[in-house]
């Protein structure tokens, strides 16, 4: 997938943005959660929710009966340890790991084994990188130790065996991830689910991961929107940062009322 210079200014009223939006009736929302519902911390495990943000994806999921997911980067129990006590529709590791209304369903974690070790060492030997496990899928986040960014690319492309496992960068991190998988993927599963079918796709996210999801929306002829102007992207709308989101979709919550 190719992906061009953004074509879509910064929208930075998030009444302008909400306006952009299909009515939450008739839409299914997906929405990826670092960098785009919550904003990065240096370390990806001490990100919690706020009962504000909480309390208006509930408000969220009611008005579009019930077609919300989130699709991200993380496992799908580190999502539930974020928006405790909510339990979401869910799509983990990049697409990965799958919580439909109905059914659950993850790649074999196995895939993964020969990486383990040779990535936990390197961690060891290098103070400041965070190796983050999630099953199906391994990141490594290079944030406090930038310098390395090329040396680990290099470390993980090794580990790519057959086309089966695949190199995914993002913000000061990357990941092997099934090749088979992304965040398209994971959106069009849900799309075949009857809660979310006939309705129109709405995708929010912030980073190069998110790309094959705003693909996937523009393909099934629903809006793409990227949170955060500073890479290149095939989403249609750009808003300009996570606080001016999380007002657009409370608008979003309060025309349906
Ligand atoms: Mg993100």
Redesign the pocket.
């Known amino acids: 997938m190719s992906i061009s210079a953004a074509s879509t200014s910064v929208i930075a009223d998030p009444e302008m943005a909400q306006l952009a939006l299909p009515p939450l009736s008739r839409a299914a929302v997906f929405l990826?959660?670092?960098?785009?519902l919550l904003d990065l911390k240096p370390d990806p495990r001490e990100v919690v929710s706020h009962a504000a943000l909480r309390e208006m994806l509930q408000q969220l999921r009611s008005a579009c009966d019930g077609a919300l997911a989130l699709i991200s980067?993380r496992a799908i129990s580190d999502l539930d340890r974020i928006f405790s006590p909510l339990k979401l529709h869910a799509a983990g590791a990049h697409g990965g790991q799958l919580r439909l209304p109905e059914r659950e369903w993850a790649l074999n974690p196995h895939l993964m084994d020969h990486a383990r070790a040779p990535l936990r060492s390197y961690e060891a030997q290098h103070p400041g990188l965070l190796l983050e496990d999630k099953g199906v899928s391994l990141a490594v986040h290079y944030r406090h130790r930038p310098e390395l960014e090329a040396e680990i690319e290099r470390l993980m492309a090794k580990l790519c065996p057959r086309g089966e496992i695949t190199l995914q960068r993002g913000k000061h991190v990357v990941e092997l991830r099934p090749a088979i998988c992304d965040k398209g993927t994971a959106i069009a599963a849900f799309m075949q689910e009857p809660v979310f079918q006939n309705r129109e796709p709405v995708f929010f996210?912030?980073?190069l991961t998110?790309e094959a999801g705003f693909a996937k929306v523009n393909e099934l002829g629903g809006v793409s929107v990227r949170v955060g102007a500073s890479l290149p992207s095939v989403a249609k709308l750009c808003i300009a940062d996570v606080s001016t989101l999380f007002e657009c979709l409370s608008l979003w919550v309060e025309r349906m009322k």
């Not at 990826?32 to 785009?36: C, F, H, K, L």
């Open positions: 990826d959660v670092d960098g785009t980067g996210g912030d980073d998110d």
